[in-house]
């Protein structure tokens, strides 16, 4: 398509709608769509006109739309306003310019208690997400990086200032205090007693294992 701009969502619409002639799904507020509202090229609105059935090269267009603006949405959260400085490296007697992240680590600043970094590399998509940014990141010569995970660390923390002897309970026996929260909640909108909440945490466990062995 010339000069066509992925972020155009007029030009995205006036493809699918004016040039192919798909009948819109969804209307810009979110709802269906009618003759007296704009039609809207949104996620839901693609996946709902892959779903109704297109063209071959309909659907390879919408495929690279919801590949670009997922590519987009990382590169504008986590890659356009990275804050780093040029260093010169000596690699294999080679001088290289490379770009350093020095981020900074905050334990005082979120209202929440959680641990927060400056530029937000701990937010990062993970290393088994389809775009793995945490590839572009390497070590300076003569260093490696290491991986750790916090492990729940700032709930420990205020387990041990608050005194929370349930989840300090929970943290000496390697029970998952989420898991313990969840059952707990849902013990008390279901009316259970308190000794039900083991056997919710069981079932919700065993949900969520599954869950996550699920391809």
């Not at 009618?34 to 892959?50: V, W």
């Not at 200032?161 to 929970?170: G, Q, W």
Request: glycine share 6%; net charge neutral.
């Amino acid at each position: 398509i010339p000069n066509f701009n992925p972020n155009s969502f007029p030009q995205v619409g006036r493809f699918l709608y004016k040039t192919k002639g798909y009948v819109p799904l969804v209307a810009t507020d979110g709802k269906e769509w009618d003759d007296d509202k704009d039609a809207s090229t949104s996620e839901p609105a693609l996946l709902r006109l892959l779903d109704a059935g297109v063209d071959a090269q309909t659907r390879a267009f919408i495929d690279a739309m919801l590949e670009y603006r997922a590519v987009d949405k990382v590169r504008g959260t986590y890659v356009e306003n990275l804050d780093g400085v040029v260093e010169m490296h000596l690699v294999n007697g080679v001088w290289h310019k490379l770009y350093v992240l020095h981020p900074i680590w905050k334990i005082h600043v979120t209202p929440t208690g959680r641990w927060s970094s400056s530029p937000n590399v701990q937010n990062w998509p993970s290393k088994r997400a389809r775009w793995n940014m945490r590839q572009m990141i390497v070590a300076p010569p003569g260093h490696i990086i290491v991986g750790a995970d916090f492990k729940a660390q700032e709930l420990r923390l205020y387990a041990v200032l608050a005194r929370d002897e349930t989840l300090l309970d929970a943290f000496r026996r390697k029970i998952e205090p989420h898991i313990l929260n969840a059952a707990t909640l849902l013990a008390g909108s279901l009316g259970k007693p308190a000794s039900e909440i083991s056997n919710l945490y069981d079932y919700i466990k065993h949900r969520t294992d599954a869950c996550g062995s699920c391809s």
